[in-house]
């Protein structure tokens, strides 16, 4: 006898049978906080009611395209549909996918005015009624510029005065290719690309260590001492299937990083079959202990772990392993991740009833039935491999120690649910507190939540002044955390990776650090310059 939850479809075995596993990872304790209410109904009254009226209209619309040839209704329905956020995981199909709505938001304003150029045409020319689509059209893509206006402003107030104020010192960042201002995986084009001058260059250099299975990408700036660098780790995202270590939107952010004197490595993997990813990822990870990676320029006690989508995902298990090796980690940056594949939060949308071609079954959330169906191929038992939120609970030493972490997630992301992100925050809060936090809790005082206004799932693909302002933020917000990190040029008592939210040891929790070759780690030394928030990369 088998029983169904009617939620993610999970499926428990009666004592009968077994004690079979189940098709979804355990839920984790706490309850999950409920924070920013505001933030996740809307922009305004009713904007769960359009959308779902906007997801409709826009099948219709979609339809008239394909038999009528009729271009007008469907491109109301995008401008309409940029203006709200689609119930994730739906953004990631027809009839409204993200990657085609991250484009609308940021060129409302030139498509108002063809939009406008269009219905004078229609009039001019006779077009039967294409003229009131196309009017409707440039009005709503009007709204949509009009409400764009002070974005960037927004977006600063999300960061805070103090990573505002590093923002103001920092160095000009560097021009990146043209190419990829159009579409972000466009850097895989280059090895070469602007660094802190026209004259000085940074260099993309692909390695194969002996001891991963793939590749790693080696970012690094002309004249730089190769010594002590600190470590900016980045795992790529594309739905555990696609992307790469040059083909992905946070090219941009590792050229700014490496202009700065950051020793910058972009792991590759495997996508075949789950855990590939993973494994691959804590392959490239630990090679950054290698001599081979010192030699190079890394100082592996100063190392940022960071991620997009899928790849915040990876990065999180990178970082949950390292930790429960007693591994130090400075800092931890996510964009858009996807925390909870198992969507044990339970915010995504579920499917309707039964398919049983698809092997979906009514009431089983759409995200949870992609990530067990086509990433672990319906393998049961490789769940515990893949859940970060499930063990984050807090009585878990790897909450209490999870490195201070930046992430940064659009407000209308209709993929990877925002209230992912507020959840992982609210659970690194309960467990910084040791649990007796209540669930009002948003996060810890040293974590950022930067929810970018009207951008979707990898908003950062199309280069525009919100894409820009974010990651000159999260440029300063990682050169902040760096002054704040022991210096590696002066003598030190060994540290402790315990750390509380000050980025400091915890003293109640005496536990010898070790590097992941098993060696003790070499001693760091005591904050000389914890005051500073000008200095950058390898000057820090």
């Known amino acids: 006898m088998v029983e169904y939850s009617s939620r993610t479809g999970d499926m428990r075995a009666s004592l009968m049978n077994d004690n079979a596993p189940p098709l979804r990872p355990p839920r984790a304790e706490p309850t999950f906080a409920d924070v920013h209410p505001s933030r996740l109904m809307g922009d305004f009254p009713g904007e769960p009611a359009v959308a779902i009226a906007t997801w409709f209209f826009a099948w219709w619309a979609l339809w008239r395209l394909i038999w ?70 440039s009005i709503c893509a009007a709204l949509g510029s009009y409400r764009r206006t002070d974005t960037r402003q927004q977006i600063l107030s999300e960061f805070g005065a103090q990573i505002e104020l590093v923002m103001s010192f920092a160095p000009t960042p560097p021009e990146r290719p043209w190419p990829s201002k159009l579409h972000g995986y466009l850097f ?70 490496a202009s700065r004197g950051w020793f910058v490595v972009s792991a590759e993997y495997r996508k075949k079959q789950w855990p590939q990813q993973y494994e691959d990822t804590m392959d490239a990870f630990r090679w950054i202990f290698s001599g081979e990676a010192r030699q190079m320029g890394a ?96 009585k ?10 930046m992430v940064l997630h659009g407000g209308r992301d209709s993929v990877v649910p925002l209230e992912h992100s507020l959840n992982f925050l609210s659970l690194l809060a309960a467990a910084e507190s040791d649990g007796t936090t209540t669930a009002s809790i948003g996060k810890r005082p040293c974590d950022s939540l930067v929810i970018i206004p009207g951008s979707r799932h990898t908003f950062d693909l199309l280069a525009c002044e919100e894409v820009q302002t974010v990651y000159e933020g999260a440029a300063a917000w990682l050169q902040d955390l760096l002054t704040k990190l022991p210096q590696p040029d002066l003598p ?48 820090c």
């Open 299 to 394: 100082d592996p006690t100063r190392i940022v772990v960071s991620g997009a989508s899928a790849g915040g995902h990876i990065a999180s298990l990178v970082i949950k392993q390292a930790l429960s090796e007693d591994i130090f980690i400075a800092g931890c940056l996510l964009f858009y991740p996807a925390l909870d594949p198992g969507d044990i939060t339970g915010v995504t949308a579920t499917s309707p009833c039964t398919v049983q071609a698809l092997r979906i079954r009514a009431g089983q959330s759409l995200l949870h039935w992609f990530f067990e169906t086509v990433i672990l191929g319906r393998d049961p038992s490789l769940w515990s491999s893949a859940t970060v939120l499930a063990d984050l609970h807090s």
């Open 68 to 137: 009528d040839r009729q271009l007008g209704p469907y491109v109301l329905a995008l401008i309409i549909a940029s203006n709200v956020r689609i119930l994730p995981p739906m953004g990631q199909v027809p009839p409204l996918p993200d990657p085609i709505l991250l484009f609308v938001w940021p060129l409302s304003l030139p498509i108002s005015f063809l939009t406008a150029a269009a219905c004078l045409l229609s009039l001019c020319f006779g077009g039967s009624g294409d003229w009131r689509w196309w009017l409707g059209s």
């Open 188 to 257: 895989c084009l280059y090895s070469k690309v602007e660094g802190r001058s026209s004259q000085e260059h940074i260099h993309i250099k692909r390695i194969k260590p002996v001891t991963c299975m793939s590749t790693v990408d080696i970012w690094m700036q002309e004249g730089v001492k190769p010594a002590n660098l600190p470590v900016f780790f980045f795992c790529h995202g594309g739905g555990w299937k696609g992307g790469g270590a040059k083909m992905n939107p946070q090219t941009a952010l590792m050229q700014i990083l």
């Open 492 to 539: 030190q008592e060994p540290r402790n990776p315990s750390r509380s939210c000050d980025n400091q040891p915890r003293r109640d929790k005496p536990r010898q650090g070790r590097s992941l070759g098993g060696e003790p780690e070499r001693d760091r030394p005591a904050d000389s310059k914890s005051g500073q928030t000008s200095c950058f990369g390898s000057d």
């Open 396 to 405: 878990s030493p790897i909450a209490r120690d999870w490195p201070t972490t």
